[in-house]
């Protein structure tokens, strides 16, 4: 049965946890974060840190996701789990490690952003992120996020550098190097909202109420939900920025950043317009308006024409146009390269 509501718990140490499958040695396998204090720099307590992961048939990667939250040597962790009805391994794996959770269940939900939403609901922190089943937390990453947030108390989140890595774990892309632990203000709000980009949400954390007083996360969307969220908050308080690796973001067949479909096309088109149907924007976002617009009929466009359905790419490359006449051509000069570079074939969903 799943755990009842808990009380905050510090992170617990290698010898707490089940020892991990045989042959998987390294992070967080064999090897933990640091073990904090009980109190920050500042002499005060560490703020509650709210982890939801939601998952559904995971079972091949959410040990490794798991651990990655509990070794993070944090004081003040309620970590969640949402599970949607898993029948592969899922559910025994978290039943594992059902003593370090704060709550966890297993039913039938209606998608990854309900299930969010729904560990959003039960959690009491002040800060709040949901990591994803398939992505491993880089080793202290919360005590470096809520380090940077305690310094900087009037952002929104903070976000930081991603790793790509495989299916077994090892490194595709992304520089480990040269973290300096600088933090700036960034991304600049005017140049997030036009190009419809955030921080990695998988590399963040975000201040739980701002979340809660956005209205949490928008169950109609299904791939950038995330974007959505971020750039929400973001119009309220500022993001920082720290120079530091604070996620490995998994990259496999089933992995939703790779789907150029049309269902994630149309997403960006109405979270273009989701923005601008608010009616107390800044003068400098509400310019925005149509470059913004075009931002997303751009990547509709890019996504028909990968799939070959080039009406539909015509019809949203003309309206990208329209809305930004002479700003964009780089970007759209530069597509053909793209094509040339992408000879795998896109997997092109037509479901709503």
Request: charged share 25%; aromatic share 10%.
């Amino acid at each position: 049965m799943p755990n009842s509501q808990k009380m905050v718990l510090r992170c617990p140490t290698l010898k707490d946890l089940p020892p991990p499958p045989e042959g998987k040695t390294g992070w967080p396998w064999t090897e933990q974060g640091k073990t904090l204090p009980e109190t920050a720099s500042d002499g005060k307590q560490w703020p509650k840190v709210s982890i939801v992961t939601p998952c559904y048939n995971q079972g091949r990667f959410i040990e490794e996701a798991i651990r990655s939250v509990l070794l993070q040597g944090y004081p003040g962790l309620e970590y969640i789990i949402v599970d949607g009805g898993s029948t592969d391994e899922t559910v025994d794996i978290i039943k594992k490690y059902e003593p370090w959770l704060a709550y966890w269940e297993s039913k039938p939900d209606k998608g990854q952003s309900h299930a969010i939403n729904k560990g959003l609901e039960r959690s009491t922190g002040k800060f709040f992120n949901w990591h994803n089943s398939d992505d491993v937390l880089a080793p202290d990453s919360l005590a470096t996020m809520v380090s940077a947030m305690i310094k900087y108390p009037q952002a929104a989140y903070v976000h930081g550098r991603r790793i790509f890595i495989d299916d077994k774990g090892k490194v595709r892309s992304g520089n480990k190097h040269s973290c300096d632990n600088e933090i700036s203000f960034s991304p600049e709000l005017t140049a997030s909202v036009s190009a419809l980009k955030t921080g990695p949400q998988p590399a963040c954390l975000m201040d739980r109420e701002l979340v809660i007083q956005a209205g949490g996360v928008d169950e109609n969307l299904h791939y950038i939900m995330d974007i959505d969220v971020l750039l929400r908050i973001a119009l309220i308080k500022k993001p920082i920025y720290i120079n530091s690796v604070l996620s490995y973001v998994r990259i496999h067949p089933d992995t939703k950043s790779l789907q150029w479909n049309s269902r994630r096309a149309k997403e960006r088109i109405y979270v273009a317009n989701k923005i601008f149907s608010s009616n107390d924007l800044p003068c400098s976002i509400i310019k925005l308006k149509r470059q913004t617009l075009a931002t997303a009929h751009r990547f509709a466009w890019r996504s028909y024409a990968r799939a070959g359905m080039y009406g539909f790419a015509a019809w949203h490359l003309l309206l990208d146009i329209s809305f930004s006449p002479f700003y964009g051509w780089k970007q759209r000069l530069a597509t053909y390269k793209l094509f040339k570079l992408d000879k795998k074939v896109v997997k092109f969903d037509e479901e709503i």
